[in-house]
């Protein structure tokens, strides 16, 4: 694929270019929208404008979250040390709710819910599905927050319940269906389908829908929850080295598949 | 990008399973269950220590009662740590019922005990003081974690508010 432009949806997000790119400027320029911001990771060399167009192609690539490298700052603009506040609204959110203080579930649901669902909905690919585990995931975190000893890794824990609910239900259905497979090969993956879907940024979403589960989890993790690499290591309990490597295999297969399409 | 939003049905499921989750009378009755199992058992127990002489039947059927009282208070116990979590606030209310209540039965033994010359009573009572020395161990214990809490929550709040400035 070459690249492209494409307004979307009142031109709030541009894809530039092959996924290495588009996931963390899509990401970055979001945060950037709505004045939040999640790690020093994010660079902001210009807040208020609504549209990244192609010219401004290398600032995207500026916003980039580098799991690999030092964080590059190539423009001067301002790196915002916002990982620390952010851990202190986890850790403030979760001792007002082991406090027992009723208006903070209703807050960490308002909080966490649309994060969750875009998570446990990516994974799954099933509306009904996601809703079923959405239920057990915030059963298990009402129950369980109580014995959470540091509030302020309450992201890194909440995907965690997600993901081991997730997994779970997999292993309960893998066990009355053992032929079938819920993870959808990236070869299987028609090459008709895989030209139209890079086209618009829903394609890109069932792009990385079709991602192995390791794989897309990770990539999901890290570009569209904005966990960093050790709140991810702690969220699927495996080795950072293990986060890097699904990091690097997930945007390699991505790029792979929108090569192709181009 | 496509961002799923969760169904406003769902959002309205979870706001109300999360406020039956938290309903502090289903713990109350819990707590309630776990206190009354603790006095059977206390009393029968008592009885079937300081009884002498009782007929074998008597024995097993008091065993057998002591037995499920055991069990209740399991099961309640059980049911507050894994189900009806006790939350910070949760433990303060149910650590001063539990210290009213093995008041009540500590001041009821003895007051049995001292009114007949019995001493399954006053063995009761023994049992009694141990709930009440446990009861107000766990609502210091509950005090002590919701001030370190309340600490916690205000030296943030604080620090939060200073970064918005």
């Not at chain 1, 270019?17 to 588009?22: R, S």
């Not at chain 1, 995931?137 to 997730?166: D, N």
């Not at chain 2, 509950?142 to 918005?164: G, I, P, T």
Request: aromatic share 6%.
């Amino acid at each position: 694929m070459s690249h492209k432009d494409l307004r979307i949806s009142g031109s709030t997000l541009v894809i530039l270019a092959v996924v290495p790119e588009i996931l963390p400027a899509a990401t970055s320029r979001r945060r950037a929208a709505s004045g939040e911001f999640a790690s020093s990771h994010d660079i902001v060399p210009f807040q208020h404008a609504p549209v990244l167009v192609a010219s401004e192609l290398t600032t995207a690539r500026l916003c980039d979250r580098e799991p690999f490298g030092p964080i590059r700052d190539y423009t001067g603009g301002t790196i915002v040390p916002t990982i620390d506040s952010r851990s202190k609204d986890d850790e403030l959110l979760a001792i007002r709710c082991q406090l027992g203080e009723a208006a903070a579930f209703d807050d960490l649901i308002a909080r966490w819910h649309g994060p969750l669902w875009v998570f446990v909905r990516r994974l799954t690919g099933d509306d009904d599905a996601a809703r079923e585990i959405l239920q057990d995931v915030w059963l298990r975190v009402i129950r369980g927050i109580p014995r959470l000893r540091e509030g302020s890794k309450l992201r890194a824990w909440l995907f965690g319940i997600a993901r081991r609910t997730l997994m779970d239900r997999l292993r309960d259905q893998y066990a009355r269906t053992r032929t079938r497979d819920f993870d959808v090969d990236v070869d299987e993956i028609p090459a008709e389908a895989a030209v139209d879907e890079i086209d618009d940024l829903d394609g890109l979403e069932r792009a990385l829908q079709r991602l192995p589960l390791l794989e897309r989890e990770a990539v999901t993790l890290f570009y569209l929850e904005e966990l960093s690499l050790n709140e991810i290591a702690e969220t699927l309990t495996v080795p950072l080295g293990t986060v890097k490597s699904r990091l690097f295999r997930g945007r390699w297969l991505l790029r792979e598949r929108m090569t192709e399409g181009g | 990008m496509a961002h799923p939003t969760p169904p406003a049905t769902l959002t309205e499921d979870l706001r109300r399973l999360t406020a039956l989750e938290l309903s502090l009378p289903s713990r109350l009755r819990y707590l309630a269950l776990l206190l009354a199992a603790a006095a059977v058992s206390a009393i029968v127990i008592a009885l079937l220590v300081t009884e002498p002489a009782l007929p074998t039947r008597t024995s097993v059927a008091l065993g057998v009662m002591g037995g499920a009282g055991v069990s209740w208070m399991i099961f309640a116990t059980w049911v507050l740590t894994r189900q009806r979590i006790l939350l910070s606030s949760h433990r303060i209310v149910a650590g001063r019922l539990a210290v009213v209540f093995s008041t009540l039965f500590v001041i009821g033994a003895l007051s049995v005990g001292l009114t007949t010359s019995n001493a399954s009573p006053f063995a009761a009572a023994a049992m009694g003081a141990v709930m009440l020395a446990a009861a107000v161990a766990m609502l210091a214990r509950a005090k002590r974690h919701f001030a370190q809490l309340s600490k916690r929550r205000d030296e943030l709040q604080r620090l939060l508010e200073q970064e918005d400035r």
